[in-house]
């Protein structure tokens, strides 16, 4: 079976994801359009990874907080881990139910921060994430695009401490960028990238009109 067959197979609700650099809006913009599709008559379950289950909670806190080295390697095992579970124990169910899935990164944040930030085989951690996954693509992504630069400043506002990633210096946050930029470019069908420089309100609306146009009916 392809990627896109595997795609809408085995399910009749809509899988939708955010992506974006640290500091991006992704949080933000998930609470705005959860709100919007439940307006719309839809039941959504918002999501996250890591940290989508009490299993992934506590791999969250090891990916992202934990104090001391985590190999490259080790973490990418860790995010697939808690990938398998999650979509086999949350998502998948909801999917089941025609339910909405509105999750807050998915495996192109493993691609982009694993694979291009830390400089592992962006083609291995793809291959290990959809293994975990089994093959499970969003119908749509969206991806907040915001320089480093100005991800960083909104950080400096909003964080009383950074965790494991977002401590990273600028140059692995714009390997992670770049990743995510190449990522939609390869995939135009399937992200829909928006300029996370606006406006809350202008973030929002764009959202919503590129949902309407890409996925029209099924919402």
């Known amino acids: 079976m392809s990627e896109q067959e595997t795609r809408g197979a085995e399910r009749s609700g809509l899988f939708i994801t955010l992506e974006g650099g640290d500091g991006s809006g992704k949080s933000t913009q998930a ?17 996250r990874e890591p940290g989508g289950t009490p299993a992934g909670v506590e791999i969250r806190e090891i990916v992202l907080h934990h104090r001391g080295d985590i190999s490259p390697r080790a973490e990418a095992l860790l995010y697939a ?26 495996l192109d944040s493993s691609v982009a921060y694993q694979g291009a930030g830390r400089v592992l085989d962006p083609v291995q951690i793809r291959d290990l994430s959809l293994w975990a996954a089994e093959g499970l693509l969003p119908d749509l992504t969206i991806l907040l695009d915001l320089d480093e630069a100005a991800a960083r400043a909104r950080l400096d506002t909003s964080r009383t401490r950074y965790d494991r990633l977002e401590a990273e210096k600028s140059d692995f946050h714009a390997r992670v960028r770049a990743a995510y930029l190449d ?3 390869a995939e135009p069908d399937r ?12 973030i929002a609306a764009g959202i919503v009109a590129g949902l309407r146009q890409r996925l029209g009916a099924r919402l």
């Open 191 to 202: 992200f829909l990238v928006v300029d996370a420089a606006r406006s809350v309100d202008e």
């Open 31 to 47: 609470a705005l359009l959860e709100g919007w599709l439940t307006e719309q008559g839809r039941t959504v379950v918002r999501t």
């Open 183 to 185: 990522l939609a470019a």
């Open 81 to 106: 881990a808690d990938r398998a579970h999650h979509i086999e124990a949350l998502v998948r169910p909801a999917l089941a139910r025609g339910e909405v899935v509105l999750q807050d990164r998915y």
